[in-house]
C-alpha cells in the first residue's frame, strides 16, 4: 500500500504569516490529492482536491500544489480561525490513506 | 440541502455486537460512494472503507478488512458500519461521508456526518 507522510508534523506561526504544509507518497498518485482541515472538536472539512482545486466556500488563502509523491498546503496569511490540524489524503487507489496529520497553532 | 446524520453515542462491553448507522438526505443515495473514517482519541483520521450504494459494491482497507463490515439499505437511504466482536481497542469517534462526485470511485470526501462516538469498556 502507499504510504503517506506529512511535515511538520506540528508548527506555531504568527498571524499573517505564510504557512507550508508538506505531503509526500511513497509511490506516486498523479494529482489524486485531498487536502482537510480539523479543528479542535469539529468534523473534518473539505479544503483542496485535485491536488490544487480550492473546494467552494474555501478561502482563497488556502492553496494546494505538486503531483505525483510531493504536495504541498499553503496558508498565504495565517489567521486565528486557521488553527487546526490539517490532513492530507491520496485517493488514487484503495486504501484511501490519510497523511498524519500536521497541527497549526498560532503564537 | 445535503446531510449525512449519524446514530448516536455507544458505550458498549467487549464482545458485544455493534451496528451504527448514517442516514443520507438531499441527494441521489445510490449514486455516490459513502465511505467511513476511524479517528480513535487523540489521534488522526483512518480511512476504513467505502461502499456504492447503488449496487452495494464495498472496498475496505487492509487494516479493516474482516474487522468490520460496511453496508447500505437503499430503502432507507441508509449506510451502515458493523461489528460482531467489539473490543477496546474500537473505542473511537467514527465519521461517515460522501464522495464529492456522483459516481466517481477515486474521489475525496466532501459531505460528512457528524460523527458517532463508540466507547468500548468492560
Known amino acids: 500500500d502507499i504510504q503517506m507522510t506529512q511535515s511538520p508534523s506540528s508548527l506555531s506561526a504568527s498571524v499573517g504569516d505564510r504557512v507550508t504544509i508538506t505531503c509526500r507518497a511513497s509511490q506516486g498518485i498523479s494529482n489524486y490529492l485531498a487536502w482537510y482541515q480539523q479543528k479542535p472538536g469539529k468534523v473534518p472539512k473539505l479544503l483542496i482536491y485535485a491536488a490544487s482545486t480550492l473546494q467552494s466556500g474555501v478561502p482563497s488563502r488556502f492553496s494546494g500544489s505538486g503531483s505525483e509523491t510531493d504536495f504541498t498546503l499553503t496558508i498565504s496569511s495565517l489567521q486565528p480561525e486557521d488553527v487546526a490540524t490539517y490532513y492530507c489524503?491520496?485517493?488514487?487507489?484503495?486504501?484511501?490513506?490519510f497523511g498524519p496529520g500536521t497541527k497549526v497553532d498560532v503564537k | 440541502e445535503v446531510h449525512l446524520v449519524q446514530s448516536g453515542t455507544e458505550v458498549k462491553k467487549p464482545g458485544e455486537s455493534l451496528k451504527i448507522s448514517c442516514k443520507a438526505s438531499g441527494y441521489s443515495f445510490t449514486s455516490y460512494w459513502l465511505g467511513w473514517v476511524r479517528q480513535m482519541p487523540g489521534k488522526g483520521l483512518e480511512w476504513m472503507g467505502f461502499?456504492?450504494?447503488?449496487?452495494?459494491?464495498?472496498r475496505y482497507s487492509p487494516s479493516f478488512q474482516g474487522q468490520v463490515t460496511i453496508s447500505a439499505d437503499k430503502s432507507n437511504r441508509t449506510a451502515y458500519l458493523q461489528w460482531s466482536s467489539l473490543k477496546a481497542s474500537d473505542t473511537a469517534m467514527y465519521y461517515c461521508?460522501?464522495?464529492?462526485?456522483?459516481?466517481?470511485?477515486?474521489?475525496?470526501?466532501?459531505?460528512w456526518g457528524q460523527g458517532t462516538m463508540v466507547t468500548v469498556s468492560s
Open positions: 461521508a460522501r464522495h464529492k462526485e456522483w459516481e466517481y470511485v477515486y474521489d475525496a470526501f466532501e459531505i
Open positions: 489524503q491520496k485517493y488514487s487507489n484503495a486504501p484511501f490513506t
Open positions: 461502499i456504492y450504494p447503488d449496487d452495494s459494491d464495498t
